[in-house]
């Protein structure tokens, strides 16, 4: 039996996998001389001295990076950066910084993306419920495109536009993804836009097409969240040329833009699977090709709307532990200072986390534990069942990985906890985009 260096020295064995997964990690992650997690050459533990915990840590490179991989995997596509996922001023600068369009979904995001410098031409107005406000919001700063979601948004929009208004109809193509309630959104029986079963979609076109002031450019379509195979894509392109090429039948009108959404699938634990953008482009063009040429319909132009692809990777959110409590022959509960209110994906998807220590290196043995988090509920938990080192104490540092997107902008005041920060890091330097939310900040809203 050959003896190796792993079997000599044990410890040796939990150093060999790579502590910080490049696919789950940002970009500049790498640990120092003294086995801190340092992202944009800045040292966690740095940030948690100067801006405290929780916080969420973006690395602006990451962010950059993945908008560029975009624009070169799908270059003859326009790519509209959902800003759902992130949106500050900084995040909506940096997406314009990089050639993106932003996608926005109230009368806030709207705000903020034109604060960014973003121009209104290169805007898209979404939202499955918007209000007359920030409808007449949108006409008023000259937003490029409305997806139009409702009949009475098609009403409200037609009253206010007091010049042509490029818009899109959002049909749901009836593909779905994986049968998960919660992130299928191209199916029948949710609530978002026109379906295609019945004469809903017809009579939106129809509608549309009556008002002089709405110009109907395009079809839009959002078949889900987490999507890891591009076929599905390609089946919703082949499914929309065909009601493109009916509404040509029946009116006349030659819409030259279809736009099929976002939710490009990102690993969020090592392994994980994603959707490859390189494919994700083959499929594109192919099923272009071939819907095109069976309904002898002129190439439109393809819009995708990534968010949580772009952002999600760039950001880190650091916790400190406040106690361990192991249960004889159960399991182990790290609580840290934070939890459902500032990641409440675990409790509504059962969303899953790597989590690692961020102030040291531990080669020491490891064990399983469940990250859980401050609040009142037995749900509050960060991560389930995930190996830490097995001398995590009160005082240590931890960071979970891939909460760049829908984690600042979901984060709640549940127990009047306050909302985190959001620090950029970028050549060793860290800056602070939002600021903590403070106890004086709750109860200025508060008229008792």
């Known amino acids: 039996m050959t003896t190796t260096l792993a079997d000599v020295l044990p410890s040796l064995g939990y150093a060999a996998p790579p502590r910080?997964?490049?696919?789950?990690?940002?970009?500049?992650?790498?640990?120092?001389?003294?086995?801190?997690?340092?992202?944009?050459?800045?040292?966690?533990?740095?940030?948690?001295?100067?801006?405290?915990?929780?916080?969420?840590?973006?690395?602006?490179?990451?962010?950059?990076?993945?908008?560029r991989r975009y624009r070169t995997a799908l270059r003859d596509a326009e790519i509209v950066y959902a800003g759902k996922s992130l949106l500050t001023v900084a995040v909506a600068r940096w997406a314009r910084e990089e050639g993106l369009a932003v996608d926005v979904c109230s009368a806030g995001e709207l705000a903020i993306a034109l604060v960014a410098g973003v121009e209104p031409g290169?805007?898209?107005?979404?939202?499955?419920?918007k209000s007359h406000d920030e409808l007449r919001a949108a006409v008023r700063v000259g937003v490029g495109r409305v997806v139009l979601d409702s009949c009475i948004e098609i009403a409200y929009l037609a009253g206010l536009a007091d010049r042509p208004q490029r818009v899109l109809i959002r049909v749901t193509p009836d593909i779905d993804i994986h049968g998960h309630r919660a992130v299928t959104t191209g199916t029948t029986d949710q609530k978002f836009g026109f379906t295609l079963d019945g004469p809903q979609t017809a009579d939106a076109v129809a509608r549309v097409l009556a008002q002089p002031n709405l110009r109907l450019i395009g079809l839009h379509c959002h078949i889900g969240s987490q999507v890891t195979d591009p076929a599905h894509y390609g089946e919703a392109i082949r499914r929309m040329i065909a009601v493109m090429a009916d509404i040509r039948a029946r009116h006349g009108v030659i819409l030259t833009e279809l736009n099929i959404g976002g939710g490009h699938g990102i690993p969020y634990l090592a392994g994980g699977?994603?959707?490859?953008?390189?494919?994700?482009?083959?499929?594109?063009?192919?099923?272009?090709?071939?819907?095109?040429?069976?309904?002898?319909f002129p190439r439109p132009l393809i819009v995708v709307e990534p968010g949580r692809a772009i952002s999600a990777r760039a950001g880190v959110t650091l916790y400190q532990v406040c106690s361990v409590k192991s249960r004889p022959g159960g399991p182990t509960f790290v609580a840290v200072d934070g939890g459902m209110s500032d990641n409440p994906r675990v409790s509504l998807y059962g969303a899953k986390y790597t989590v690692a220590l961020a102030n040291r290196h531990s080669l020491g043995e490891r064990r399983r534990v469940t990250v859980v988090g401050r609040h009142c509920e037995a749900g509050d938990e960060i991560a389930r069942n995930v190996e830490l080192p097995a001398d995590v104490h009160p005082g240590d540092l931890l960071a979970v990985a891939c909460t760049g997107a829908y984690h600042h902008s979901m984060a709640s005041n549940y127990n009047m906890v306050g909302r985190p920060p959001l620090i950029a890091v970028a050549d060793g330097r860290a800056r602070e985009l939002v600021r903590r939310e403070t106890v004086a900040d709750l109860l200025s809203r508060d008229r008792g």
């Open 122 to 129: 290169r805007i898209v107005m979404h939202g499955n419920a």
């Open 273 to 296: 699977p994603e959707l490859d953008i390189d494919e994700l482009a083959h499929v594109i063009d192919d099923a272009l090709d071939v819907a095109c040429a069976v309904e002898r």
């Open 20 to 67: 910080f997964h490049p696919a789950v990690w940002p970009l500049t992650t790498h640990s120092d001389e003294e086995g801190r997690l340092c992202i944009g050459d800045v040292p966690l533990t740095d940030i948690a001295d100067e801006f405290r915990t929780p916080t969420y840590v973006i690395d602006e490179a990451d962010f950059r990076y993945r908008a």
